[in-house]
């Protein structure tokens, strides 16, 4: 018959193979940071390629391409080594989100092709690149929303949030090329880019609740860069030009090469984290091997203690009608407990059990805390996704009217998220072409 022990090491077992899974995660999420930067920056010299009819940044975009395509191939190698056997904690999400990249990557050499022969739209090259860039970043979403570690969790939550506000800032470099490069930026486009400024805000102010002081340091650090206050001149050109009005077409050189400087310091930042996220998996591994095999030592040594020899003791009860017996020197002493252990020995067992079973109720507080936001950002994509696809609105103008809400009412940007999904069933019948979107 199987021990308290025994449970307490299948349990043990049961927490390394989870965190060797993450370890596993860890390593595709520092791949898929990767790929999400060589494909920004595709996306961007695409963009200007394309705007300005294959005059500029053609050996650029070219160069783009060649390096995606490398690191393509590594991040669908990470992605064979995941386990899909089932064991995985909500690994059916997981898995339908990489189902989801595959399938565009699959699409990426025709759309590549079209934009070589310049038979694509800018906007529809760029909605492309977002749309697989999306869907890589919704596998980091659910890597962090399914972590069961909650250092690990906190970690992953602040990377996915870090890596979602340079692919916002990527998301401004190309939006603001093509119309730097077009010489002129329509009241739409001048819209956009409010929209993708405030929405880094939201994404690097998560960043700084969850990210650890290294990472916070070589931010402050890197938002006090020259290249920032040259990034800020230029939005202030595109943001406050007369809707339409001419404007100088190789400036969008200047601005693609600042932006670039900008998000490449956002590189290192990501790459700083990916790196802590690997060292954090594998510390977590060794640690759990350790206690596994500290459990081991200690129940071996129960195994090898050598039985006494029985004699006779007459049991009575004491005064707090606990079980004693006579020591043969007239001294009362607690008998054996039933597994034939001392007390002293069952209430060790007992101790790691209870040690176990806090450390265990500790984790699920702080990871509750750490999936918090993620669960908040769910809601609000959600809300988002129901309004486009009820009130035929785009993602900026249904975010405006959330906010608009909340601000109305003195209420949270989630709490309003959250009633907009209750009222789903009340909301006009959506739109031809509209769809719900979860978040990404």
Request: proline fraction near 3%; hydrophobic fraction near 45%; glycine fraction near 8%.
């Given at each position: ?18 965190l ?9 999420v ?24 294959g ?6 975009r070219q160069?783009r391409?060649?390096?995606?395509e ?8 990470a992605?064979?080594r995941?386990?899909?056997?089932g064991?995985?904690s ?5 898995f339908?989100?990489i189902a ?12 590549r ?7 694509i739209?800018?906007?529809?090259a ?9 869907g890589l ?10 972590a069961?570690?909650?250092?690990i ?9 870090f ?27 001048q ?5 993708l ?22 931010w402050r650090?890197?938002?006090g ?5 040259e990034?800020?001149?230029f ?11 001419a404007l100088?077409?190789?400036t ?21 984290l990916?790196?802590a ?12 091997r ?8 200690f129940?071996?040594?129960l ?11 007459a ?9 004693l ?9 607690p ?10 020995l ?6 790691l ?18 999936r918090?936001?993620?669960?908040e ?5 959600r809300?988002k996704?129901l309004?486009?696809a009820?009130r035929?609105l785009?993602?900026?103008q ?9 601000m109305?009412?003195?209420k ?5 998220a959250e009633a907009?999904?209750?009222l789903?069933?009340?909301?006009p019948?959506?739109?031809p ?8």
């Amino acid at each position: 018959m199987k021990s308290a022990l025994d449970f307490l090491i299948a349990a043990k077992r049961c927490e390394i193979q989870g965190l060797e899974q993450l370890a596993v995660t860890g390593e595709l999420v520092g791949g898929i940071s990767q790929f999400v930067h060589a494909l920004q920056k595709e996306r961007g010299s695409s963009n200007v390629y394309l705007a300005s009819r294959g005059a500029r940044f053609g050996p650029q975009r070219q160069q783009r391409v060649a390096d995606s395509e490398a690191i393509e191939a590594a991040v669908r190698a990470a992605f064979e080594r995941l386990d899909d056997s089932g064991r995985l904690s909500d690994g059916a999400r997981l898995f339908s989100r990489i189902a989801y990249v595959l399938h565009a990557l699959d699409t990426l050499p025709g759309l590549r092709g079209r934009i070589e022969g310049l038979s694509i739209a800018p906007e529809e090259a760029f909605g492309a690149y977002t749309e697989l860039i999306g869907g890589l970043l919704s596998v980091v979403f659910e890597a962090a929303d399914t972590a069961a570690d909650p250092v690990i969790s906190r970690a992953l939550v602040a990377m996915f949030n870090f890596i979602q506000g340079k692919e916002l800032a990527g998301q401004e470099r190309a939006v603001a090329a093509a119309g730097f490069a077009g010489g002129r930026f329509d009241a739409a486009r001048q819209q956009r880019l409010l929209h993708l400024v405030e929405a880094q805000e939201r994404c690097f102010q998560i960043f700084t609740e969850f990210a650890d002081e290294p990472a916070l340091a070589a931010w402050r650090a890197a938002s006090g860069a020259p290249e920032v206050a040259e990034v800020e001149r230029f939005r202030r050109i595109a943001c406050t030009a007369v809707a339409g009005a001419a404007l100088k077409a190789d400036t969008s050189d200047q601005w693609f090469e600042c932006a670039t400087r900008r998000i490449d310091a956002m590189k290192g930042i990501e790459d700083m984290l990916a790196s802590a996220l690997l060292e954090l998996c594998r510390g977590k591994v060794d640690e759990a091997r350790a206690d596994l095999q500290d459990q081991h030592k200690f129940y071996d040594s129960l195994e090898h203690m050598a039985p006494r020899a029985a004699t006779p003791v007459a049991v009575f009860l004491g005064e707090d009608g606990k079980a004693l017996a006579s020591d043969g020197a007239g001294r009362a002493a607690p008998v054996l407990d039933s597994d034939g252990l001392s007390p002293r020995l069952s209430r060790s067992i007992l101790d790691l059990v209870h040690a176990q079973a806090r450390r265990l109720q500790t984790m699920s507080d702080e990871l509750n805390t750490a999936r918090a936001a993620l669960h908040e950002r769910k809601v609000i994509e959600r809300a988002k996704g129901l309004l486009m696809a009820h009130r035929g609105l785009t993602e900026d103008q249904a975010y405006r009217l959330l906010r608009q809400t909340a601000m109305d009412q003195k209420k949270r940007l989630v709490d309003v998220a959250e009633a907009t999904l209750a009222l789903a069933d009340f909301l006009p019948a959506g739109r031809p072409g509209g769809e719900e979107r979860g978040p990404r």
